[in-house]
């Protein structure tokens, strides 16, 4: 029920002068989207953004620099692929907007994923106890010792 009176609110606010050009740009923006994704790999899809298209210009928001690569190599397709559903597109520019997508989605808990804690065997314990036996005094034996010291009780 309260999805609808959103709904039916933002539909009333989208109709009012003042707002009537901001909410025909996010629709063409989230229409755009929708027709983007079906032109890129789904792996893709999940890491990135459309912006605007301003002066033949087309700006994409990338995740991260992996991502933004790879949109970068399949770029030039892209844009005939756009061309040819008469987007007025002539060139494509992709940023990174580094931590939007932690700051502005679900966590992924909320979507499902469950973080599994490893938990180290008894059998694990008791070699990795036996390897700083051997070692000298060293920071490699002082962090097993204190990693074993963490994990005494799983």
């Excluded at 909410?23 to 079906?38: G, P, T």
């Excluded at 180290?120 to 700083?132: F, H, I, P, V």
């Amino acid at each position: 029920m309260t999805s609808y009176k959103v709904n039916s609110y933002l539909n009333l606010l989208g109709k009012t002068p003042e707002y009537e050009n901001l909410f025909s740009i996010a629709h063409q923006i989230y229409s755009n989207q929708i027709i983007f994704f079906k032109f890129i790999p789904s792996h893709l899809a999940q890491h990135c953004h459309l912006s605007r298209i301003s002066n033949g210009r087309l700006t994409i928001w990338a995740e991260n620099g992996a991502v933004a690569a790879k949109l970068k190599q399949i770029s030039p397709s892209l844009l005939l692929k756009l061309q040819e559903l008469e987007w007025e597109v002539t060139s494509i520019h992709i940023l990174v907007q580094a931590n939007y997508f932690t700051k502005n989605t679900k966590p992924l808990i909320d979507k499902g994923y469950v973080k599994k804690e490893i938990k180290l065997s008894k059998t694990g314990k008791e070699c990795l106890s036996q390897l700083a036996t051997t070692l000298p005094s060293s920071e490699l034996k002082s962090t097993i010792q204190s990693f074993l010291q963490k994990h005494r009780d799983d």
